[in-house]
């Protein structure tokens, strides 16, 4: 007999990938044409955690060292990206976001919520305010984008003393 969890847990389990490959497709479609997914995850993350080590961001798009310090090459011949002398440690380079990069984030993000609207836009106002209530549970659960960057960055520094 299936318990409230495990129908709980599989009503997620089936929402939420198409959700978030919607998202994603979204995401893709107003980024800056030669920006790859992890390139603007990068980006994602550094407006949340302005300041990160390069450690945090291979952590955070799940890539190796050397193939994360290859795509901040990239996000900073871009000018998307700088590197900075750390403040907490003079031997360690901090990643930020430059204000085109920080722009092209914020543009990204604006355009896909006007998406993610439109397609809400069918829902009664009572289902929409259960959208957003089940959403507020589900970050209890599962944290928000900028907790899980947090995180990353927290996680890179315990790592990288």
């Known amino acids: 007999m299936e318990t409230l969890n495990d129908s709980c847990a ?7 990938p198409p959700v978030v490959r919607a998202i994603r497709k979204m995401m893709r479609e107003h980024r800056l044409p030669d920006l790859s997914v992890p390139q603007f995850r990068a980006l994602s993350l550094l407006s949340f955690c302005g300041d990160s080590s390069l450690s945090a961001v291979a952590d955070y798009i799940g890539s190796s060292l050397p193939a994360a310090s290859r795509m901040i090459d990239g ?4 000018n998307l990206i700088v590197r900075k002398q750390c403040c907490r440690d003079r031997r360690q380079i901090s990643l930020e976001l430059t204000p085109l990069g920080r722009e092209a984030f914020l ?3 604006k355009a896909t919520r ?3 609207a439109l397609r809400v836009s069918g829902l009664s106002a009572k289902k929409k305010e259960a959208v957003i209530e089940a959403m ?3 970050g209890e659960v599962f944290g928000s984008d900028a907790e899980l960057a947090a995180k990353a960055v927290r996680d890179s520094s315990k790592a990288n003393p």
Do not use: P, T
């Open 10 to 16: 599989s009503a997620v389990l089936d929402i939420a």
């Open 75 to 78: 996000l900073v011949a871009k």
């Open 107 to 109: 543009e990204s993000r």
């Open 114 to 116: 006007l998406q993610l």
């Open 136 to 138: 507020r549970w589900l």
